[in-house]
């Protein structure tokens, strides 16, 4: 896994998804400045990919805009990605994705509208945001480096299927499958999730077969925690750490704890790599049992999607080979 620069650009979000602990109110986002600081600190460990993060990116529009201008011809920067709800997106937006070949566009979709509705709650004021992105879509679908990012909380899970063909449905072939961590599962809802997971695997076995285009980001992603990233991460008060595990509401209080320094103060990289074995462990001591349990199974669930359908991407590269 190439070093990455996780840049929470902001807090602040239009959406409160049920699933998502991370927005904050009252909270900074980062400066053009400080993004760039950022990129200098990064850039002088060799670089690597860059990834923009909320809350939601597109609501500082100007840092988002300033970074991507640097990554877009700065030699040790391998990848940009950029996670979004969509609602801030437009034609403009989207002719910067086409034109920038370093940059990936991370899309939050949960699939069908009765479950993206009902697990991705508006801010009052705030458009639909499943009516905005299909408003895009004929944009979108000529657009190349766009994943969709399906989340897969409990209560959907017997779904997910039907979510994931809608999806496809629309004319998305790219896919980020995230299963619903550090909350609590039934075991009928995991079973539901394993028999989703599944038939999914069978789906894109079937397009491998007769050379459909399908890609699934998963199978090329590891982190040491589940779920959260590790690298060089700069929160969205200017704050370093080896990892976002802070950006959950209910681990917050472990950001004193993961804390490596800041942009006033960086750390240096053997600093970071301290500081990332400290943090090894913390969720084993913070989280209750059953949640705890739950994210073991949750991610057990994925790495068994990834093993069964690893051979079937290989073949398919080898034919085209």
């Not at 969709?148 to 409990?154: E, K, Q, S, W, Y």
Request: hydrophobic letters at 40%; glycine letters at 6%.
């Amino acid at each position: 896994m190439r070093p990455q620069l996780i840049l929470t650009v902001t807090r602040a979000c239009d959406l409160r998804c049920s699933y998502c602990p991370t927005a904050k109110d009252g909270w900074p986002s980062l400066s053009i400045d400080q993004a760039h600081r950022a990129l200098d600190v990064f850039i002088a460990q060799d670089g690597g990919d860059v990834k923009l993060f909320g809350g939601e990116p597109l609501l500082v529009p100007d840092v988002v805009r300033s970074v991507l201008d640097r990554t877009s011809s700065e030699p040790s920067i391998e990848r940009t990605y950029l996670s979004t709800n969509g609602l801030g997106l437009d034609t403009t937006w989207l002719e910067r994705v086409r034109v920038d070949r370093k940059l990936i566009l991370t899309l939050s979709m949960d699939g069908r509208p009765a479950d993206h509705r009902r697990f991705r709650k508006a801010l009052e004021g705030v458009p639909d945001a499943y009516d905005h992105i299909v408003s895009l879509l004929p944009e979108l679908l000529r657009t190349p480096r766009v994943v969709v990012t399906m989340a897969i909380p409990p209560a959907s899970a017997r779904h997910a299927l039907e979510n994931f063909n809608h999806l496809r449905a629309l004319g998305f072939h790219r896919f980020n499958l995230l299963p619903g961590y550090y909350l609590p599962w039934r075991d009928e809802q995991l079973a539901d999730l394993d028999g989703a997971f599944a038939d999914i695997a069978t789906v894109f076995e079937e397009a491998w077969k007769t050379n459909g285009s399908l890609y699934l980001r998963n199978l090329f992603t590891w982190a040491p925690t589940p779920f959260f990233n590790a690298g060089l991460i700069v929160d969205a008060d200017g704050s370093i750490h080896p990892s976002n595990v802070g950006l959950s509401g209910k681990l917050d209080h472990l950001r004193e704890e993961t804390r490596a320094g800041t942009l006033d103060s960086p750390p240096s990289a053997e600093d970071l790599a301290a500081a990332a074995e400290r943090t090894n462990g913390l969720l084993d001591r913070e989280l209750a049992p059953h949640v705890l349990a739950s994210t073991h199974a949750v991610d057990a669930a994925l790495t068994r999607l990834v093993e069964r359908l690893m051979p079937a991407y290989l073949r398919k590269r080898r034919r085209h080979a």
